[in-house]
């Protein structure tokens, strides 16, 4: 089955600055890669995805980035804000399958 | 999401005990699915169900059964809590259109802890 690696489990970067996040996966038929975000309390929430057809995507702060050829995909977050603050998770999937997740960022933005 | 609701939301159990965790939404969709989260671990998917019909074990189905009532109700069972079962429980739910996999959904959580 599908293997999904995410690194770093921890990272903190200045307000204002970038943070990235990468994730590779084992099963070279996954076509779906979704980014989730989980705020303390609360249930992971799809913040951007992208599908295998697609190298990047961006949605304002945020872009994901895909390379198929190497297996690996990541995620951008520029300018950086405290409400960034939070655990991401990657996943991967083919369609109409169940995703298989990351173990997760903890990403902390210092003011 | 508040479509998406677990009870109860904590729960103290002792080794050996029989007990439920409840899901319910009202997204109208077909797909549901357990997993658990440990630090450390990620997300875990314990079973997952695409219609009432349907049922299927996830990477770490043992020591829990599940029940589909219906299209809005998924319900985890565990037959005789213990300890290692200590962890967050998410439910969550998918649509499924036609050559898209959709987002999924999830629910606030269950904190469960097995003295």
């Known amino acids: 089955g599908e293997n999904v690696e995410q690194h770093p489990s921890t990272l903190s970067v200045q307000e204002g600055d970038s943070a990235v996040i990468k994730c590779t996966y084992s099963?070279?038929?996954?076509?779906?890669f979704p980014w989730y975000k989980q705020e303390l309390g609360k249930g992971p929430q799809l913040i951007i995805d992208?599908?295998?057809?697609?190298g990047e995507k961006k949605d304002q702060r945020i872009a994901v980035t895909l390379n198929k050829t190497a297996k690996h995909f990541s995620l951008h977050i520029t300018e950086t804000q405290p409400e960034d603050s939070a655990v991401y998770f990657c996943a991967a999937s083919i369609t109409f399958e169940k995703l298989t997740f990351g173990t997760g960022t903890r990403l902390t933005i210092i003011p | 999401d508040a479509d998406v609701t677990q009870t109860p939301r904590n729960r103290i159990t002792k080794t050996g005990k029989r007990i439920m965790l409840e899901c319910s939404q009202t997204k109208g969709h077909d797909r549901m699915y357990w997993y658990r989260q440990d630090p450390g671990l990620g997300l875990r998917l314990i079973y997952y169900?695409?219609?009432?019909?349907?049922?299927n074990k996830g990477e770490i189905s043992d020591g829990y059964s599940v029940s589909r009532q219906a299209q809005a109700k998924f319900s985890l069972s565990l037959e005789s809590a213990i300890p290692n079962q200590t962890a967050l429980y998410f439910c969550?739910?998918?649509?499924?259109?036609?050559?898209?996999?959709?987002?999924?959904?999830f629910g606030p959580g269950t904190r469960l802890l097995v003295l």
């Open positions: 099963d070279s038929a996954s076509n779906y």
């Open positions: 169900s695409f219609d009432v019909k349907d049922i």
């Open positions: 992208i599908r295998s057809n697609v």
């Open positions: 969550a739910t998918s649509d499924d259109l036609t050559g898209r996999q959709e987002t999924q959904y």
